[in-house]
């Protein structure tokens, strides 16, 4: 006799992950993005509706969809849960919202690389200065200004590179809720740079210095030294791309 072979095809779940905090944020949520594309490709179809769209712009890895598109879910996907756990457990930011996509889809993403997930264009991979140089983000937001160092010492760290030769570039926003003071022997882009410039800018720097803030994230992204000055509102795990951290997960 002869044997009936059928092949199942699977729909693809679409869903459009919400998300509305700040850049830095919503670039940490870039890996889960990537992760689940490597992963469950065939299972899913992703979206974005996020605050700084332009962090998506040339990712191969999102859909264009609307909530309003028939079969979509939307999902607001939050890291709340994940600032009181990492006080007593090892977890990176970036990899909290792989487990909250887990807990609601019951899947098994897990993190692939430990950095968040960027696509410059052609264009972008142009530097932008000439020479060598260094980004500086010495100021910050008034929401946790545990973040931020004092002024003073970054100074004092700009004086110091300057005598030895090297180009700091202090870059940072001049929106609402932001303040970044003057730093003296410095190339000043404060308030002069959107989100895709600052990456372009960070990408051709040899290295940056600055808080727990977007640059630090987006300097582990495109795969540059950084030096982070951390305040005490998180464990260092939480935060910290290093090789130390166990905290990415297997």
Known sequence: MQREIYTLIM???????QHSHAPGDTLVLTALVRDLALT?????????????MSLWRNNPHITRMKPTDPDVEPFRIC???GI???????IHFLSYFHRAFNRKYGTDVQLKYPWPD????????????DGRYWVVVSGGKSDFTIKVWETRKFQAVVN???HL?????????SGKGHWHPSLRGVVDMVGQTNIRDLMRLIY??????????FAMHLAAALRRPCVVLAGGREAWWWEAYVNENRGFGP
């Open 118 to 129: 960027v696509h410059l264009s052609r264009e972008e991979k142009q530097p932008i200065f």
């Open 84 to 90: 009181k756990e990492q006080n007593n457990e090892t």
């Open 40 to 52: 469950y490709s065939k299972e899913f179809a992703i979206g974005v509706e996020t605050s700084c």
């Open 79 to 81: 890291y709340g849960k």
């Open 11 to 17: 729909r693809q779940k679409r869903i459009i992950l």
């Open 165 to 173: 030769g090297i180009t700091c570039v202090q870059a940072g926003s």
């Open 204 to 213: 051709h720097a040899d290295g940056v210095i600055c808080g727990v803030t």
């Open 160 to 162: 110091q590179l300057q």
